[in-house]
């Protein structure tokens, strides 16, 4: 028989902190309650892994085989899983296997004896998963607002953009250096990064290829570009165009849908506005 001690920190911010040392306190604790030993214990740590994630594909538990009369011990059942149905799948795979799963303050919660304990799990297991979409929501609502605001909320920055900042204070800013360097811009209206994105698209059109127009930007602008970025910028240009083409082409249909109609209600001396 093995005893495991598992725990889990979802974050790797919360990686250095006391977090595990506590998981751990409180799982020899369990052990000594539940009669087992606390000196052999097999730590699995699972470090910047959500609680959504599979129990049995973790980094810390997907290597090991499971035998007949192991034991994992858990300090909270937030720990354990943060899904209501990883977290019964998971109980009923395990007890199949004659493994037992034992949560402080639950008990071993794949014994047939432990009612209390099995009603308890399933009703916090509901409003784990329950906590787990609210924290999703906020925090997709809390990255909307500060993108509404200017703010960075990670992925790539984009070109003539820079960070300014960190952590949550991070914004994202014109990147007044970069656009000084595009020194011909002459557009009435736009940027001069759209400017540039314009001209290198234009001289993929001509035939040019990205490494071509990389070295190029790099020669005229003293900017640094790879040629993969080449290919994403003016990629992107040439998309917005088509997608603007068609709109343009759609309203140009319909009106000269409406011209028609009109032109034959007039002929048939109706109200042409009827027809518009």
């Known amino acids: 028989m093995t005893i495991y001690g598992y725990t889990r920190v979802s974050t790797d911010q919360q990686v250095g902190n006391t977090s595990i040392e506590s998981q751990r306190s409180m799982i020899e604790g369990t052990a000594k309650a539940s009669g ?3 000196e052999n214990i097999v730590w699995l740590d699972d470090l910047g892994v959500s609680g959504a994630r599979d129990f049995v594909t973790r980094p810390a538990v997907a290597p090991i085989v499971f035998r007949n009369g192991d034991v994992i011990i858990f300090s909270a059942l937030d720990r354990f899983s943060r899904d209501p149905r990883d977290t019964l799948n998971t109980v009923h795979e395990m007890k199949q296997r004659k493994v037992s799963l034992v949560i402080n303050g639950h008990g071993d919660v794949t014994s047939s004896t432990n ?5 308890i799990l399933e009703i916090m297991a509901v409003i784990s998963g329950y906590e787990r979409d609210m924290i999703a929501e906020r925090t997709q609502r809390g990255s909307r607002a500060k993108a509404a605001k200017g703010g960075y909320i990670g992925g790539a920055v984009p070109f003539g953009m820079k960070v300014e900042g960190e952590g949550q204070d991070s914004m994202l800013v ?3 250096e970069l656009h000084a360097k595009i020194n011909d811009f002459n557009w009435k209206k736009g940027t ?6 314009s001209r290198m698209a234009g001289q993929r059109k001509s035939g040019d290829s990205c490494r071509a127009i990389s070295a190029w930007v790099k020669k005229r602008y003293d900017i640094d570009l790879s040629h993969v970025t080449v290919l994403k910028l003016t990629n992107a240009f040439e998309k917005t165009n088509l997608t603007e083409a068609a709109r343009k ?11 028609i109609r009109q032109a034959a209600a007039v002929k048939l001396g109706l109200n042409p506005k009827r027809f518009a």
């Open 36 to 38: 087992l030993s606390d």
């Open 115 to 119: 009612i209390y304990g099995k009603l």
């Open 174 to 176: 014109k990147d007044e």
């Open 192 to 197: 001069a990064v759209n400017y540039l994105i």
């Open 249 to 259: 082409g759609k309203k140009r249909r319909r009106l000269i849908k409406s011209q």
